[in-house]
């Protein structure tokens, strides 16, 4: 089968914005070498997070180890007991892309995806952010 991981780097958060909602927070981040960076709304309840932290953001097609394709309507039952990616993470999300656009810098695109009304924009070179186009995904975040 195929490698699940679609993309994935380590992050530094350079901003929290938790002013808008209880639970939620916008984080703003950056890769090491800033050719990308992201903005995501985090439910800061079930996963706190600071300013200056180092996170690991992966982006998946599928939470099975082998790559095989999800047939389930609910990512809690994809494993079925069985090891799955989401044993290595600390905050796991299923959602949609649901845009894409040029990027502001040449050979850059940028993705939009939602994981149930928690917004993840995304912004990188074009060989980074091209595996992202497919529907459904699931963001796994660890420290």
């Known amino acids: 089968m195929s490698d699940p991981i679609l993309f994935e780097d ?3 958060i350079n901003s929290i914005n938790a002013q808008k909602y209880d639970r939620v927070s916008r ?6 070498d800033k050719s990308v960076t992201f903005t995501l709304d985090v ?3 079930l996963y706190p997070c ?6 690991s953001m992966a982006i998946a097609s599928t939470l099975s180890l082998d790559g095989k394709e999800d047939s389930r309507t609910s990512w809690r039952d994809v494993s079925n007991g ?3 990616l989401a ?12 845009r894409f ?4 810098e040449k ?3 940028a993705v939009f995806a939602s994981f149930g009304g928690l917004l993840l924009y995304l912004v990188g070179p074009y060989s980074k952010t091209n595996p992202l186009r497919i529907d459904h995904v699931y963001l796994l975040m660890k420290k």
């Open 82 to 84: 069985e090891p799955s």
């Open 50 to 55: 600071a300013v200056g932290e180092s996170v």
């Open 27 to 32: 984080l703003e981040c950056e890769n090491r």
């Open 107 to 109: 050979d850059t695109m």
């Open 101 to 104: 656009a040029e990027g502001t």
């Open 43 to 45: 439910n800061t309840e």
């Open 87 to 98: 044993d290595d993470y600390d905050y796991v999300c299923h959602g949609k892309v649901y």
């Open 10 to 12: 380590t992050f530094t």
